[in-house]
């Protein structure tokens, strides 16, 4: 199958021979010599990812292992645990490591939407991908807009009953209970309510996006807001007694 495919790739444009061509079998078998080469590509940019975010880890092992005097770490002895960044301090680590993200984030962007991936199917007619795209802008506009309206309410209300507990004077067991519960909900909300609040979104492009959206809300910005208004090294700032 690897050979066909990249026979067929080697050749000419199939979407130029096959235009005249209504067989449902070589219209499948188009859609697999595209979804090959978009998988090519998928794992090229991921070889190339891998390579920026070991150039980078490189950098901060050298500060680590050139660290003689423990301006850098915060333990002297750290055994198996050398290999990672969590004993390290200060500001030189930081910047290097806010240097790796600002590098591995950027690659990204510029794979994924400044340079797109070329191999991904295309829509053999455009006014069918129009007519597609007018029909989920004008009759999903108000599902689309409910879904969010009801996963701001329910997410915002779970996050802001647990900012709550947090200043309350509860017991570690309790405060742990109520973080586990917490962690198992965001588990159960991603795999059932999510599906179900963007059942509504027949095209795959667009649910697909739709659920990329609300994961990246849930899991990245309020955890990080969460913490940022619990945590005693952000505005939870307690005096000693």
């Known amino acids: 199958m690897w050979s066909y495919v990249s026979f067929l790739h080697g050749g000419p444009d199939p979407r130029c021979c096959w235009s005249n061509v209504h067989s449902p079998a070589l219209a499948a078998l188009l859609k697999i010599v595209q979804l090959s080469g978009a998988l090519v590509e998928v ?17 901060l092992y050298l500060v680590k292992v050139l660290d003689s005097g423990g301006a850098y ?12 960044l969590a004993y390290m301090r200060g500001e030189v680590p930081a910047g290097l490591l806010l240097v790796l993200w600002t590098g591995a984030v950027s690659a990204c962007f510029y794979r994924v939407v400044v340079r797109p991936l ?40 779970v996050n802001a ?13 309790l405060h742990f209970g109520l973080q586990l ?5 965001r588990l159960l909300y991603a795999a059932v309510a999510l599906p179900a609040l963007t059942r509504s979104v027949h095209s ?4 697909v996006r739709l659920r990329f959206s609300f994961l990246m809300v849930n899991n990245l ?6 913490t940022a208004l619990t945590s005693d090294a ?8």
């Open 181 to 185: 519960i917490l962690s198992i909900f």
């Open 204 to 207: 795959a492009a667009a649910n």
């Open 73 to 84: 770490a915060t333990h002297s002895e750290t055994y198996t645990w050398f290999w990672t």
């Open 43 to 59: 794992m090229q940019f991921a070889v190339q990812l891998l390579g920026v975010i070991l150039a980078g880890s490189v950098v």
């Open 221 to 226: 910005l309020l955890p990080c807001l969460v």
């Open 161 to 173: 009953l647990y900012i709550w507990s947090v200043q309350q004077s509860l017991g570690r067991s």
């Open 118 to 157: 070329s191999g991904r199917a295309e829509p053999a007619d455009k006014e069918v991908a129009d007519v597609e795209v007018d029909s989920i802008s004008r009759g999903r506009v108000l599902p689309i807009a409910a879904a969010i309206f009801l996963n701001a309410c329910v997410t915002g209300t």
């Open 234 to 241: 952000c505005f939870q700032v307690r005096q000693c007694p």
